[in-house]
């Protein structure tokens, strides 16, 4: 089982991404982690960071020549940015009469809505929002992009396992297509500015991006990943901690500004009775396979073989430039 931890606060040095549990042999390059994080920064109504953003990774442990080693895997991905910080964030301590004349240092006292700012300073007792976000900064999603990056290559490498993801929804605008992408539809999504596949939509989700922007205001969104080859039974009926759907949900709700997950048609089955609500098993000329894809590829904890389907929904970015004043 894989297990991963991340570490590095958004204005310090570094990101630091540790993945445990890799086998042996696993193809890993810093080419491989720098193509996904470049991605990252692409799409319409980007943030002004990601203009300026330069990610350096560093493969720090766990791969030789190219290959993971059977050990934990460390990855490193600098801040461009530091040299302006690095005394504002020095993990050692700093003078109050140097710190003084840095205005960037100056205590951040107004808790913004939708932010971790408020409940981390009274979890902590802090009088500055500043030590809570800086680590609950969105910038931390970088370093589970270079580790989703290892896993890919894994599932890819040792199952033939490929991953797609797709916006299927932004702000009120909705894809009209049912179509589930493959691997052949990559390069596609990535030239599309809202990683969309129904070109209507598509344009009608960037014009909705440029209102907002225009109004000074934000948008939320729901994207979903696409899982093509996964073998039957991965994941468990045993246990809650170890049921598939359950650490996919886990996984992404984790992830800043996720406020809702489903499986599936999730919470559309919900509104179905129980004779439309289920996938069908049936024998076919490849074996036993399901007539339809309502449970989205998980049944009971474990994966049914069936292509694996599951959403996340975005709340609209808690900074509202309608609101800074």
């Known amino acids: ?166 916006v299927v929804s932004l702000g009120t605008v909705k894809s009209s297509s049912k179509v589930l992408p493959g691997i052949d539809d990559v390069s596609a999504l990535d030239a599309d500015p809202v990683r969309c596949l129904d070109p209507e939509a598509s344009q009608a989700m960037q014009d909705e991006i440029d209102l907002a922007r225009k109004e000074g205001d934000t948008l939320g969104g729901v994207v979903e990943v696409v899982v093509h080859g996964l073998p039957p039974g991965l994941g468990s009926h045993v246990h809650w901690d170890r049921r598939l759907d359950s650490r996919l949900a886990g996984a992404l709700m984790g992830i800043q500004a996720i406020k809702g997950v489903e499986i599936g048609d999730g919470f559309e089955l919900a509104a179905t009775r129980g004779s439309q609500a289920h996938d069908e098993i049936i024998r076919t000329a490849d074996g036993i396979r399901r007539a339809s894809g309502r449970s989205g590829g998980t049944e009971g904890g474990m994966s049914t073989g069936e292509t694996l389907r599951v959403r996340a929904a975005m709340k609209p970015i808690s900074t509202v430039p309608l609101y800074t004043s």
């Open 1 to 166: 089982m894989l297990r991963w931890l991340t570490a590095g606060e958004s204005h310090g040095p570094a990101l630091v991404a540790i993945l445990e549990g890799l086998p042996a042999g696993v193809p890993v390059t810093t080419e491989l982690v720098s193509d996904d994080l470049a991605r990252r920064r692409l799409g319409a109504g980007r943030g002004a960071r990601m203009k300026f953003e330069q990610d350096k990774v560093t493969l720090l442990g766990g791969v030789r020549h190219g290959l993971s080693q059977g050990g934990p895997v460390a990855i490193e991905i600098g801040n461009s940015e530091w040299p302006k910080w690095d005394v504002v964030m020095s993990a050692d301590p700093v003078s109050e009469e140097e710190l003084a004349g840095i205005a960037r240092n100056a205590p951040l006292t107004r808790p913004r809505p939708g932010h971790a700012d408020l409940a981390g300073m009274q979890k902590y007792d802090f009088a500055d929002a500043r030590p809570i976000l800086e680590r609950a900064s969105a910038r931390e999603t970088a370093a589970r992009v270079a580790l989703g990056a290892v896993a890919r290559s894994f599932l890819l490498d040792t199952l033939d396992v490929t991953v797609v993801s797709h």
